[in-house]
């Protein structure tokens, strides 16, 4: 599905066939499907309306709206049958059912990063709120939306939580001025609590591991912490330094490769194709030697949020590796070996990495830099895929299919899928 | 020789002038004497004459005698006078007495040698401790500056410990300043941002009354028809049944995964411990075993007695159900002991090898790891060729069992066609081999006879060439000789025919001629036989040589 100013296009995935077309009453500003994949949202944050549709039947519609409360976001609830909509300002959370038309509020939420987070069976759900300037954490029951907990966190001022992926621990993290990492479990009772030093500015990013096995937090000071789920304590550190010396790690370096045109081949005038090829440039990976130094951007010191530290993590789906971005080194890409923890691959592109995604499925890694390529890498080597096309489309995004054959890339404009083979065997 | 100077000179007043320069000689001499250490300063011929004529002269030689006899009695020696005789000299006593004075003197010069020696000696010491009492001195002197640098050296490298101490104090003192400064300036962000966020929930609560208030139309839900449920059920009311029933939906998932990972611990452990028992079991394998000395390790001895108890218990019980404290610590403790005994013996064996190979006991102790890993390589091959081999014996008995009469008779068929067609082409082989046996074995005997003949004739050759050099070299013999026996015909037609061919030993052109005339006539007449020309043969050819030489 995508969004087209006022219109919701709704294409085949496989083919990219239009399915269905429905009009809204406005710039659509966000989209979502529900869990059963039967119904699509789309927020109209200005006009703070949300207007459902439906795939089954297409003449069924649906209208809330907001009025003056306004609304900031929006999102389904796990049973694809509740949209919670947060109010402007975060004043409220308001549930609405679209079974029984009844309306539930959640007050004092918290105007946070990640201040509501569903459970992965989509069981329970925790909202972060704060009352009387102290965060706490509600849980909820999804079904019937009873208060299942509350509790206080010892945080100064919440940044995000996050479920694991077994649904029994919920990591809390602190602002980045303090580095602090609470561990609650599923009733409310604080786990564990992890701070790793005190003055230096704090976390900046989390990961669960699929398996609930491992916590890897990223922080401001380049490096990666990794916590076991047993102990909860610190199990290793991965540092992301500038010069890459052991020789262990393989580097790939993204190299332009220039065009090679075929003199025979020059018509006049010029065809769109060899136009195309002309002016993009091609470039493919090569493997340099280590020692290897990379780019590194130095911070400026005195702005808030600098681009330093690690902004980045993500877990692969079989729990083998983690792929860390450094915002210091914007263009390098590490990919950590979890089962040695230790450095196994770094990835330098020529342009700063905007975004990268796991393959759901396979230890597959996609990663986009804002060209007209799309990288793909795996533990048997890495690739360049061009975007065949006329003209520039720089690829801001993208998104793999659940079942790992296919991915969505997204530029500011348009967007394209791109189809994975697989291998025959 | 000074104490006689003394003596001699009151004595002799008389001859003052003689005395004095007697004295003068004798003063002269001792110090002579003293300048020139080693050899003996007698006086020349010339000076000693003038001093013996100084002391003695014709006018007052019966002075003199006296005199001498008087130095002489008081010396010990006997009086050179003869006895009851005044004025008569004894020569004999005289003679004596310059004897021994003549010894006393080399004795005296001996001693005055050595202790000149001795004065030398030590006056050479003596220069040499000086030299070593200076150097000393130098070198104390050296050092004295020596240390009185260091010290200086010392003084300033504390004063700078101190300084940069100083310093480092000063760093930390301003890093505390600092922290505080950041945790004092913290906590006055955090009052300010909780008024400030106060003053936003006062805004916040305000905007909700008035959004409720409000009761605007427009928040709305407009649906046009209700959805079912993804599950089906229908909605359930809010009760504390349901209430209770969510909380124990909760607990339900809390200990189902904590279950899951207790089991996935209990897996782990039984695991670990396994494999702790096999390390256990594999390190009191490795020890060697310390029975034989329980002397020197008492300590060790009961340690193992322990622990072997401990093993026994440990072993007979299953470790792995039970997992009590005590029983854990047990286990690592008895492990921790049997590691550390094998890491004193590895030490041990280190300490043994680097050592050398000292003493024979630890040469057969010690076996090279090269032969241990050569042996150990060895016995694999075996085990393997002795597993080949039984697996194909096993195979073999396996057809040999499992194959019906049929083809057992039919396998006996084909191995006797076999055989036999195996023994027609040997018989084949054998044949052809006889047959060229044969061929070989005729055509030998034909080269054989062959051989014979040419031999004989060779021989016959060699005969008759002989006995014509004999004839054309004992020529002019035989001219004296002509009455030899035996004229045989055959031998003849052969010297005729070694006289065509010419033998090369003939010499020069014209003995040739003679020789040819004269062999010629031979030939006329009787030939000598073989046999006595052969008994000839070497005296004629010598002389033949002979002849040959000469001409």
């Given amino acids: ?425 | 020789m000074g104490d006689w100077k003394t003596i001699t000179v009151p004595m002799l007043s008389s001859d003052s002038k003689n005395i004095l320069s007697y004295t003068s000689e004798r003063k002269r001499s001792p110090t002579s004497m003293n300048s020139q250490v080693l050899h003996l300063s007698l006086p020349s011929y010339k000076n000693m004459h003038s001093f013996y004529s100084a002391f003695c002269t014709e006018e007052n030689i019966e002075q003199r005698v006296s005199y001498i006899d008087r130095e002489l009695t008081t010396l010990g020696f006997p009086s050179i006078y003869a006895e009851s005789k005044g004025k008569e000299l004894n020569l004999v006593s005289i003679i004596n007495c310059i004897n021994e004075l003549l010894v006393l003197q080399h004795k005296n010069l001996r001693a005055q040698e050595e202790v000149e020696m001795q004065h030398m000696k030590l006056g050479s010491d003596m220069d040499h401790l000086q030299n070593c009492y200076a150097k000393l001195k130098e070198q104390l002197e050296l050092s004295k500056r020596e240390i009185v640098g260091l010290q200086e050296r010392d003084r300033q490298l504390q004063s700078k410990n101190r300084n940069l101490h100083q310093l480092l104090k000063n760093e930390k003192d301003e890093v505390q300043k600092l922290q505080n400064i950041i945790s004092s300036r913290a906590t006055q962000y955090n009052h300010d941002m909780k008024r400030k966020e106060r003053e936003y929930n006062k805004l916040k609560e305000r905007l909700h009354q008035l959004v409720m208030n409000k009761k605007d139309k427009k928040i709305a839900m407009e649906i046009l028809n209700c959805v079912g449920r993804a599950d089906g059920k229908r909605g359930a009311w809010r009760t504390d049944k349901t209430e209770a029933r969510n909380e124990e939906e909760m607990y339900k998932v809390l200990l189902s995964d904590y279950e899951q990972r207790q089991k996935q611990l209990l897996l782990e452990n039984a695991e670990l411990k396994k494999v702790l028992q096999q390390m256990k079991k594999d390190i009191i394998s490795l020890l060697p075993p310390q029975k034989q000395k329980p002397k020197e390790k008492s300590e060790d001895g009961l340690v193992l007695s322990d622990q072997e108890e401990d093993i026994g218990e440990l072993n007979k019980e299953n470790m792995w159900e039970l997992s009590c404290e005590t029983v854990r610590e047990q286990l690592t403790n008895s492990i921790r002991k049997q590691w550390r005994m094998l890491k004193n013996h590895v030490e041990k064996l280190d300490n043994q090898v680097s050592r050398g190979h000292s003493g024979a006991l630890n040469e057969k102790d010690v076996i090279s790891r090269e032969d241990h890993e050569l042996e150990t390589e060895k016995l694999e091959l075996e085990i393997q060729q002795c597993k080949e081999m039984i697996k194909t014996q096993q195979q073999l008995l396996q057809q040999q069992l499992t194959c019906d009469d049929d083809t057992s008779l039919f396998l006996q068929d084909c191995y006797l066609l076999e055989e036999r067609e195996r023994l027609q082409e040997e018989w084949r082989l054998f044949r052809e081999q006889r047959k060229n046996f044969e061929k070989e074995r005729k055509s030998f005997t034909e080269a054989a006879i062959r051989l014979g003949l040419e031999r004989k004739a060779f021989e016959e050759d060699r005969g008759a060439w002989l006995k014509h050099q004999f004839l054309t070299m004992t020529a002019d013999y035989k001219s004296e000789n002509v009455t030899t026996p035996s004229s045989e015909p055959d031998i003849r037609f052969v010297k005729s025919a070694s006289l065509q061919r010419k033998p090369p030993s003939v010499l020069s052109a014209p003995v040739s001629a003679e020789l040819c005339q004269t062999s010629q006539y031979i030939a006329q007449n009787s030939v000598a036989s073989e046999k006595p020309a052969a008994d000839n043969m070497p005296n004629l050819w010598v002389e033949s040589d002979d002849k040959e030489e000469t001409e």
């Fill in chain 1, 1 to 425: 599905a995508s969004c087209v100013q006022h219109r919701l296009v709704v294409r085949d995935a496989s083919s990219l066939q239009l399915l269905q077309l429905y009009t809204c009453l406005d710039q659509i500003q966000y989209i979502e499907w529900s869990s059963d994949s039967l119904f699509i949202l789309c927020a109209l944050y200005k006009r703070g309306i949300v207007q459902v549709w439906s795939l089954e039947q297409p003449a069924w519609h649906c209208r809330i709206d907001e009025g003056s409360a306004g609304l900031v976001a929006s999102c389904w609830s796990p049973d694809g049958r509740h949209i919670l909509n947060t109010t402007e300002f975060h004043l409220r959370i308001t549930v609405w059912s679209l079974c029984t038309k009844s309306v539930s509020y959640i007050k004092y939420p918290k105007a946070c990063q990640q201040g509501v987070v569903f459970t992965k069976d989509g069981r329970y759900v925790a909202v972060a709120e704060r009352r009387d300037c102290k965060d706490c954490i509600s849980i909820f029951v999804c079904s019937n939306w009873q208060l299942l907990r509350h509790f206080d966190t010892e945080t100064q001022d919440l940044s995000g939580i996050e479920w694991a992926p077994n649904g029994c621990v919920l990591a809390a993290w602190d602002t980045c001025l303090e580095y602090k990492v609470l561990l609650y479990s599923l009733d409310g009772r604080l786990l564990s609590s992890f701070r790793a030093y005190e003055w230096p500015l704090g976390v900046k990013s989390i990961a669960w591991s699929p398996s609930s096995q491992f916590l890897a937090i990223g922080s401001f000071d380049e490096k990666v912490r990794i916590l076991n789920h047993v102990t909860w304590k610190k199990i290793t550190e991965l540092d992301h330094p500038a010069t890459i010396a052991s020789k262990r790690t393989i580097v790939y370096k993204e190299v332009e490769k220039s065009p090679t045109v075929d003199r025979e081949r020059l018509s006049f005038p010029p065809t769109r194709e060899l136009a195309s090829s002309l002016f993009s440039t091609q470039s493919k990976y090569d493997i340099s030697q280590v020692p290897v130094s990379l780019q590194y951007v130095k911070p400026v010191a005195d702005r808030p949020n600098p681009k330093v530290g690690v902004g980045m993590l993500a877990f692969s789906a079989d729990n083998c590796f983690l792929a860390t971005k450094n915002d210091n080194i914007p263009n390098a890409l590490w990919i950590w070996d979890i089962r040695k923890l230790k450095l196994s691959v770094v990835l330098e592109q020529l342009c700063p990495i905007q975004s990268f995604q796991w393959d759901p499925c396979q230890p597959r890694l996609a990663v986009c830099t804002g060209t007209s390529r799309v990288y793909l890498w795996s533990p048997a080597g890495c690739v360049v895929v061009q975007v065949p096309g006329e003209g520039d489309f720089q690829i801001v995004s993208l998104s793999w299919h659940s079942s790992g054959d296919s991915m969505v890339l997204l530029s500011k404009d348009n967007f394209c899928v791109c189809y994975l083979e697989r291998e025959e065997v």
